[in-house]
């Protein structure tokens, strides 16, 4: 996968279905991936279809509250599995939230939902997105927080649970340490996918812009 912002690219790799899609970060294209899931052949790649860089961005870059933003600050009580060290199997336990509700100016529905856990350093545990018509597109939860490289840096999850429920997907992203580099300098070829050479002409170029058009 890779994205310059506005444009992404995803690359399929298996023989039997390759693919290279593009289109627009900002399409839902819902009609277009439906139709390419009734492909014989693309159909076979089920939910890799619905994955995007910018559901990887969304989750370690939180949605932003601008100054065109209402935000409602509520307590949360649920009860969940008791996550704890040395808690019994099945165990479950009652936890507390701060949760922040983001609403655009003049939306009725929110178009996010930050969950900070009460207990301890009132961290981001949670971060739920909605649609302009208020269904929740993404929910991703962060557990695990690393501590931080430097006094003035900052701390990063060392899990983060993505769940995308209309685009069929849900997954996990496992952060190691010595893999973060901050500010790193990189070339313009990281925001874009080639095909390697050794496949030759046989993989489809899908352009769901143009698709969208026709």
């Known amino acids: 996968?890779?994205?310059?912002?506005?444009?992404?690219?995803?690359?399929?790799?298996?023989?039997?279905?390759?693919?290279?899609?593009?289109?627009?970060?900002?399409?839902?294209?819902?009609e277009e991936k439906a139709k390419l899931e009734k492909d014989p052949e693309l159909s076979k790649a089920g939910p890799l279809l619905n994955i995007r860089p910018q559901h990887f961005t969304g989750a370690f870059l939180p949605a932003v509250i601008d100054a065109g933003?209402?935000?409602y600050l509520h307590e949360e009580q649920v009860t969940e599995r008791d996550l704890?060290?040395?808690?019994?199997?099945n165990a479950e336990v009652r936890?507390?939230?701060y949760v922040l509700t983001?609403?655009?100016?003049?939306?009725?529905?929110?178009?996010?939902?930050?969950?900070?856990?009460?207990?301890?350093s009132i961290a981001l545990v949670r971060q739920?997105?909605?649609?302009?018509?208020?269904y929740l597109v993404t929910d991703i939860r962060y557990d695990g927080f690393l501590p931080p490289e430097s006094a003035d840096g900052h701390s990063l999850p060392a899990r983060v649970r993505i769940e995308r429920p209309y685009d069929d997907y849900a997954l996990v992203v496992t952060v190691r340490p010595d893999g973060i580099l901050v500010d790193r300098d990189?070339?313009?070829?990281?925001?874009?996918?080639?095909?390697?050479?050794?496949?030759?002409?046989?993989?489809?170029?899908?352009?769901?812009?143009e698709r969208a058009r026709n």
Request: proline letters at 7%.
């Open 186 to 209: 990189l070339p313009e070829t990281a925001f874009a996918l080639e095909v390697p050479p050794e496949w030759g002409e046989s993989v489809r170029r899908i352009d769901l812009d």
């Open 128 to 134: 739920r997105v909605f649609d302009s018509q208020g």
């Open 95 to 97: 936890k507390s939230y």
């Open 102 to 120: 983001a609403i655009h100016e003049g939306a009725g529905s929110p178009h996010a939902q930050f969950w900070f856990d009460r207990m301890g």
């Open 69 to 71: 933003t209402e935000a």
């Open 1 to 30: 996968m890779a994205s310059d912002g506005e444009r992404f690219q995803l690359l399929i790799h298996p023989p039997e279905y390759r693919a290279l899609i593009m289109g627009s970060n900002a399409a839902s294209y819902r």
């Open 84 to 89: 704890r060290r040395g808690a019994k199997k």
